[in-house]
């Protein structure tokens, strides 16, 4: 079994890698989308890689719960479609990867 610090530095060094961030810019709490910008496609990629090299079943993972859209519809100002009311609800964090890795399984942050 991975040691949980080995496995917290092993996440970190990914998401540096994959966000183009220096590891000291980086914190259990920083947040993919609000404070890394990774969102849409991006996101898309960045947790199929993550799955991959964690081993993680991504069955459970609801997107639109976690990352917008890339660009916006300016039809949204006036209706917004029901998968973006609960955009941002379940914001992923670096802590939150570290413990999908840890069970191998992705479920939402118990937060919002």
């Known amino acids: ?16 890698e994959a ?8 914190s259990l709490g920083t947040r993919l989308e609000e404070d ?14 993550f799955a991959e090299r964690f081993g993680v079943d991504t069955a459970r993972l609801d997107f639109h719960k976690h990352f917008g859209p890339e660009g916006c519809n300016p039809l949204w100002l006036l209706y917004k ?16 990867l570290v413990r999908v890795a840890e069970a191998r399984r992705w479920f939402s942050p118990p937060y919002a």
Do not use: C
């Open 1 to 16: 079994m991975i040691e949980a610090e080995d496995l917290q530095e092993r996440v970190l060094a990914f998401v540096s």
């Open 19 to 26: 966000a183009n961030v220096s590891v000291e810019r980086l």
């Open 36 to 49: 890394l910008g990774i969102t849409g496609e991006d996101a898309v990629e960045l947790l199929s890689a």
């Open 81 to 96: 479609p029901p998968w973006l009311k609960s955009h941002g609800a379940y914001p992923v964090t670096i802590d939150h």
